[in-house]
């Protein structure tokens, strides 16, 4: 991995077109987004059926579609963390229109069948949870997205934010008890 000073001005260079920069900053944070890929992953593989290196890929495609204005690393992970979640929203919505009958197949519904249309729309219920957050509280559903999704620290979230930890926590707090209260579950 190389120097935090060293990876912010390989993303400016990116940011300015140089694509060299953007295939050394993946280099240098390959494995920490492969860890990241493999976290999002938990408990929705079988929903998606893709592994991390191609959840990785599909990112990485994405942000080459449109390469953001990252400050630095902790914002560089956090949009990437971001665009990891609207390739698995994607996915969701694709494998419940192919139950709909989007495909030319017919489905026989199984245990497992059932289990992973519930996990599809347990996803995108999440998904729409929040975007009703985002847009009552931003900076809370952002927060949110950073600490679970990006499996970001508190004091990164805050860094990128520009805002206190304990500001961050009680954003953390916020959402998971406005999530919660939107989804109608006591978690």
């Known amino acids: 991995m190389s120097a935090p000073g060293s990876l912010t001005i390989l993303l400016h ?4 077109g140089d694509g060299k920069a ?3 900053v993946i280099n240098s944070m390959h494995a920490e987004l492969m860890r990241m890929a493999a976290g999002r992953l938990r408990g929705s593989n079988a929903l998606v059926n893709l592994s991390p290196v191609e959840l990785l890929h599909e990112a990485i495609a ?3 579609e449109s390469p953001p204005d990252v400050e630095n690393r902790a914002h560089f992970l956090a949009t990437m963390s971001l665009l990891m979640r609207s390739v698995l929203v994607d996915r969701a919505r694709e494998r419940l229109a ?3 009958g989007g495909g030319a197949l017919n489905v026989t519904w199984t245990d497992s069948a059932h289990g992973e249309e519930s996990v599809a729309h347990d996803v995108l219920a999440l998904d729409e949870a929040l975007r009703k957050l985002e847009a009552l509280d931003e900076r809370s559903s952002r927060v949110l997205e950073m600490t679970y999704f990006g499996g970001m620290e508190r004091d990164e ?3 990128v934010l ?3 930890v304990p500001t961050v926590d009680r954003d953390i707090k916020f959402a998971r008890a406005w999530i ?3 989804l109608g579950n006591n978690a």
């Open 162 to 164: 520009a805002v206190s």
């Open 13 to 16: 260079a990116w940011k300015a």
């Open 22 to 24: 953007f295939e050394n």
């Open 157 to 159: 979230i805050a860094k």
């Open 62 to 64: 994405r942000v080459m």
């Open 98 to 100: 192919d139950k709909r």
């Open 180 to 182: 919660s209260k939107c």
